[in-house]
């Protein structure tokens, strides 16, 4: 699939991504020639991908977190990334459409892949979130967000409970889209300071 030995980007890979993200022909090379130098074998593995990811948070424990993001963006589940994973996941979480982000969201919460979300699913991705946080930071949380469980009660109930008290992808979407604080909750985002 694509030319990972080689120094340039296979046309079907590189149309594919100019198709589905918002990333130039130019841009995607750049990225092509920066992942072949990290990685020259053409894939990361998950480990690899969690020492990247944990150097965005030097002060946390990213490990966990980190090992679910690489579960949501390793779509063929052949436990690496390769350099389409790699781009398609970079695109939906920085430059994608808020749909787009919140189908990445729920694949992220949707542990077990079975196309829904448990409160047990959503207590673990709270408690990996609960972990980028500093302990700084930690006393500053709201009383209804001091605690990882706590943090996912409060999110859990933004949802429409369908069938056996889970929750469907459109069901994340609408009750993420239709509340602020459940997109925040969905990720790690610093409360500002007041004043």
């Given at each position: ?5 080689s ?22 090379v ?20 969690q ?21 949501s ?10 350099f ?18 919140l189908?990445?969201?729920?694949s ?31 006393a ?40 602020d ?15």
């Amino acid at each position: 699939m694509g030319n990972s030995k080689s120094g340039a980007v296979s046309k079907e890979i590189l149309e594919d991504l100019k198709l589905n993200t918002k990333f130039s022909e130019t841009e995607i090379v750049q990225w092509y020639g920066n992942f072949q130098r990290q990685c020259p074998s053409g894939r990361i593995s998950k480990e690899e991908f969690q020492t990247i990811y944990s150097k965005f948070f030097p002060d946390s424990d990213a490990n966990t977190y980190a090992q679910h993001v690489f579960r949501s963006f390793d779509t063929n589940d052949d436990g690496t990334l390769d350099f389409k994973e790699y781009i398609i996941a970079l695109h939906m979480t920085s430059t994608g459409k808020t749909t787009r982000k919140l189908e990445w969201a729920f694949s992220l919460f949707d542990v077990d892949k079975n196309g829904y979300i448990t409160k047990s699913e959503v207590k673990e991705i709270c408690t990996a979130i609960f972990k980028l946080i500093p302990k700084e930071d930690l006393a500053d949380l709201p009383e209804d967000e001091s605690t990882a469980e706590k943090r996912a009660d409060k999110l859990w109930n933004f949802f429409e409970k369908g069938e056996n008290d889970r929750v469907a992808e459109g069901e994340f979407i609408q009750g993420v889209l239709d509340n602020d604080e459940a997109l925040r909750l969905i990720q790690y985002q610093p409360l500002k300071k007041q004043g």
